[in-house]
């Protein structure tokens, strides 16, 4: 079935440095949708995309789609504190939205 | 606000109890979901319903039994669980249509089994 792979699992950064998180997906998406989820919080949706090679800027954050819709990436330039949190992408099959792992992101002011 | 609401947000029961976790969206959506988190398994999809239907369950013991009585309102029903149910049980709703979907979560009820 389909399955969506996140790396790094945890990325502990200082204040000010950037950050990268990688999906992949076992299948060709038709969008993948980008969440975060604060400490004691639930995910909450950041962003979707659509197209093959889409980029997209939410102020520091920036997020990628692959140009075989398989892949994407988010990178946040210059962390700070309000950042942290876990980054989840989310694959829109044909049939289902299937979570990644999560990438764990805490930062040291 | 999500407009995704959960109750209770916090609850402690022994492997004997039985309760139910109640979740409600005010959003219009046409499909609920509950997931499970856990440290181990950060996000975790356990069932499905599609315009009241169920439509996945994901091999959960069946001492989880889920309701949707109607397209607002979705159930957990738990029954003689284990410790190692004990986990943050979050209910998501969105609006299923041939180009996919946005899921909305709920703040969750977080579970501890004693």
């Known amino acids: 079935g389909q399955q969506v792979m996140q790396i790094p699992q945890y990325q502990h950064v200082q204040e000010g440095e950037d950050f990268t998180t990688y999906c992949n997906s076992s299948t060709t998406l038709s969008n993948i949708q980008w969440y975060k989820q604060r400490p004691g919080g639930h995910p909450v949706f950041l962003i979707q995309l659509v197209k093959s090679g889409e980029v997209k800027k939410q102020k520091r954050l920036t997020f990628q789609f692959g140009e075989a819709k398989k892949n994407s990436s988010l990178h946040i330039t210059a962390t700070q504190t309000t950042d942290v949190g876990t980054y989840f992408c989310?694959?829109?099959?044909?049939?289902?939205?299937?979570f990644g792992q999560g990438t764990r992101l805490t930062i040291n002011p | 606000e999500t407009g995704v609401t959960q109750t209770p947000r916090h609850l402690v029961m022994g492997m004997t109890n039985k309760k139910s976790l109640k979740c409600e969206q005010h959003?219009?959506?046409?499909?609920m979901y509950w997931y499970k988190q856990s440290a181990k398994k950060p996000l975790e999809l356990m069932f499905v319903?599609?315009?009241?239907?169920?439509?996945e369950n994901n091999s959960v013991p069946s001492r989880f039994s889920p309701e949707c009585p109607n397209s607002s309102h979705l159930f957990l029903h738990l029954h003689t669980l284990q410790p190692e149910d004990s986990a943050l049980y979050l209910c998501?709703?969105?609006?299923?249509?041939?180009?996919?979907?946005?899921?909305?979560f709920g703040p969750g009820t977080r579970l501890l089994v004693l």
């Open positions: 998501a709703s969105s609006h299923r249509t041939g180009a996919g979907e946005t899921q909305y």
């Open positions: 959003l219009g959506h046409n499909a």
């Open positions: 989310a694959g829109q099959g044909a049939q289902k939205l299937v």
């Open positions: 319903y599609s315009l009241e239907e169920r439509v």
